[in-house]
């Protein structure tokens, strides 16, 4: 059995004064049995930082969030700070639950 896993392609666009997001979620299928969280969100707060946060899910204990395979936090929480972002570039999210 495959579960769905949602992938958030994030870009990061800056211009003189201001900074831009491009996201699209991508599905891809999984085949092993991890949950993957759907309708993660992102929100451009400067050239180098971004906020992602997502629903709740039922029963997780806390979510980890990769970039492309790499941890980057475990959190009990449904958002997440990235900094140290660099402009023009694409980056690839992904957060799992933790049950």
Known sequence: MSLLKTVLMLAITCTVGACASNQTQLANTDSNSAMYVANVHSKIISSSQADLWWDPVPGAKSYEVFFKTMLLEETSEC????????????????VKVVR
């Open 79 to 94: 958002k997440v700070s990235l900094n140290y972002l660099m402009p023009e570039t694409d980056y690839e999210f992904l």
